[in-house]
């Protein structure tokens, strides 16, 4: 199972910025798939997740300035950032809970930098 982050880089606040993330590999069904941060010095927290159902989870603050969505048939999670601010400075990573032969499983992406500076 191979989890591919694309997008981010560098933007200036108030910019918008799109993540995407590729689930591959020997998958019987996904569940959960999202995106998670860290920020030099802090702990991984949660930006927002959404369900094979299509719940969505978003981080507090986050839910009027980002968006994610899912494509099924393409095993794929996006998260659209807008109004980027200084503080969401951080490696995003790419989750998602597989069931892999049976046994459900988490999987995380390499992580993909985004930096917000002026």
């Known amino acids: 199972v191979q989890l591919t982050e694309s997008g981010g880089g560098l933007a200036q606040p108030g910019e918008s910025l799109r993540l995407s993330c590729v689930v591959s590999g020997s998958i019987f069904n996904i569940y959960n798939l999202g995106w998670y941060r860290q920020a030099p010095g802090k702990q991984r927290e949660l930006v927002a997740t959404?369900?094979?159902?299509?719940?969505?989870e978003f981080a507090r603050g986050l839910k009027g300035r980002f968006a994610i969505s899912r494509d099924n048939a393409r095993n794929t999670v996006n998260l659209r950032m807008n109004s980027l601010r200084p503080e969401g400075t951080a490696v995003y990573f790419c989750y998602a809970q597989l069931d892999v032969y049976g046994s459900m499983r988490d999987y995380w992406g390499q992580g993909t930098q985004v930096t917000v500076s002026s």
């Open positions: 959404v369900t094979d159902g299509g719940y969505k």
